[in-house]
């Protein structure tokens, strides 16, 4: 059974462009998550999709950040424009009802 | 919120114990769980505790109590692979997301 999968594993990009951030999370798992680590920091939880609805996007930073999850499978994260703060790695998780997150690898963000 | 404390480092020699404490002060609580994290890989799910007590699991335990808001993950046997980061996480009672600790890196020694 495939894992979580992030795309792309690293991005380096300028400060105000644009950065798209891809999970594919496991098969028929409803709970999606987005999660952040900045340097030095602990993992933060970002939002909460189930099946398609946001469940909960209060760590979202700001409205620089959009995150979307249409028909339930796959989800993005888009950080427009990014800024050098936005750096840090972004890991993906899925579950299914009650049960322990599988993570993906994470998606390595440098703004420079 | 969360507030989750882990020790930032520990040091252990290969086929001895280490124990990584973890205490939190938490606004709702739906379990803890202990996560295994190599450098530039997933987190990978070690353990899981809601109920007060010791949940064992081959070379790795780990438990709770809840009244203390502390939990402890034991690792014995340690082998070279067991170097790692070892992250703490509390889930919340109203949207099981996960809340953080800094995380403990271990390093085993020969």
């Known amino acids: 059974e495939a894992g979580v999968t992030q795309f792309p594993s690293h991005s380096v990009i300028e400060k105000g462009q644009t950065v798209t951030l891809r999970c594919d999370p496991i098969?028929?798992?409803?709970?999606l998550y987005w999660y952040r680590r900045v340097m030095g920091k602990e993992i933060k939880f970002l939002l909460h999709?189930?099946?398609?609805?946001?469940?909960?996007e209060s760590g979202m930073p700001n409205n620089r950040f959009l995150a979307e999850r249409t028909g339930g499978t796959y989800s993005t994260l888009k950080v427009q424009p990014a800024e050098l703060e936005d750096s840090g790695v972004y890991f993906c998780?899925?579950?299914?009802?009650?049960?322990?997150?599988?993570f993906g690898q994470g998606t390595r963000l440098t703004v420079v | 919120g969360q507030n989750i404390d882990q020790p930032t480092e520990m040091t252990a020699t290969e086929g001895a114990i280490v124990q990584i404490n973890c205490t939190y002060q938490?606004?709702?609580?739906?379990?803890l769980f202990w996560y295994q994290q190599h450098a530039g890989e997933a987190p990978t799910f070690l353990s899981y505790?809601?109920?007060?007590g010791l949940e064992e699991k081959g070379r790795f335990s780990s438990f709770l109590s809840r009244s203390k808001g502390y939990s402890y993950l034991l690792l014995k046997e340690l082998q070279m692979k067991d170097s790692a980061s070892y992250l703490c996480?509390?889930?919340?009672?109203?949207?099981?997301?996960?809340?953080f600790g800094a995380g403990t890196t271990v390093t085993v020694r020969a």
């Open positions: 998780a899925s579950s299914q009802y009650r049960t322990e997150a599988f």
């Open positions: 098969s028929g798992h409803d709970n």
């Open positions: 999709f189930v099946k398609e609805s946001k469940q909960d």
């Open positions: 938490t606004s709702g609580f739906n379990g």
């Open positions: 505790n809601v109920l007060d």
């Open positions: 996480a509390v889930r919340d009672a109203d949207d099981y997301k996960l809340s």
